[in-house]
């Protein structure tokens, strides 16, 4: 079976911490008038939490999904400005991110609790986009293969039936809003590589983003390699029509 034919393109714009009501309005407006350009490509958009209610009744019906950047491990209960998987559930959500490089390296988030966080996600009936990525200094120690095995490994150790609904996403920590993007082949050697390992798991068909810095200009020679099945894009999600340039790619 060749799973790079049933693996459907999804590209998915990180919104990071940006946005207001009015801008948000722009460019949600500005996604679904476009997106008749985009065919054969699954479109999602991960807004801040406060803007859920916003992205839900303005995507509700388009066909384009929308997520969450962050959720909580805990059910509910005492956690005082943590948000619950069902809370993304309640708004509509289909995707979380977690492990988004960003909040390992700001918020500490270890191995363990990215792999905790996906499950309580996928428990709630959310699809988790797992991050992994290496460091500039990881990879030039030639330590790139190794750190996102490390990474992956409580991920993977979740199950087939549980990694079968989720999606990766990898992310060299250099590459990300520095301009700086993996060649398509240095992507497509990570990709190749966390491909194999879900192969082994029995789940080759589960989706593997590439992140950092993708715009419209290197989308298409990112996407023609046979392992990058779509892009999460940060900046460039942020203009309506570098984003569907991206997902027309
Ligand atoms: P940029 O596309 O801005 O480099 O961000 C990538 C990213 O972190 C998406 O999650």
Redesign the pocket.
């Known amino acids: 079976m060749n799973t790079a034919l049933i693996r459907k393109r999804l590209v998915i714009g990180?919104w990071k911490m940006h946005g207001t009501q009015v801008s948000n309005a722009m460019l949600l407006t500005g996604l679904c008038a476009g997106m008749a350009v985009v065919h054969d490509c699954d479109m999602a958009v991960c807004a801040p939490f406060p803007y859920l209610g916003q992205v839900a009744a303005a995507l509700h019906g388009t066909g384009i999904s929308w997520g969450a950047q962050d959720v909580s491990k805990h059910e509910q209960g005492a956690y005082t400005g943590e948000v619950a998987p069902a809370m993304l559930v309640d708004f509509g959500c289909k995707w979380v991110l977690v492990g988004?490089s960003e909040r390992r390296a700001l918020h500490g988030e270890t191995d363990g609790l990215v792999a905790e966080k996906a499950s309580a996600a996928l428990k709630a009936g959310l699809a988790p986009v797992v991050c992994v990525g290496e460091t500039q200094a990881q990879q030039q120690a030639g330590q790139t293969h190794e750190v996102i095995a490390r990474q992956l490994a409580p991920v993977l150790a979740l199950g087939a039936e549980s990694v079968a609904k989720m999606v990766l996403a990898y992310?060299p920590v250099w590459?990300?809003?520095t301009g700086l993007t993996a060649t398509p082949q240095q992507a497509q050697d990570v990709h190749a590589f966390i491909r194999a390992q879900l192969t082994e798991l029995g789940v080759p068909q589960v989706r593997v983003l590439y992140?950092?810095?993708?715009k419209a200009s290197n989308a298409l020679s990112l996407f023609a390699m046979s392992d990058i099945d779509g892009a999460?894009?940060?900046?460039?999600s942020l203009v309506p029509e570098e984003f569907l340039r991206i997902a027309a790619a």
């Open positions: 990180n988004h992310e590459a990300i809003g992140g950092g810095s993708v999460l894009v940060g900046g460039a």
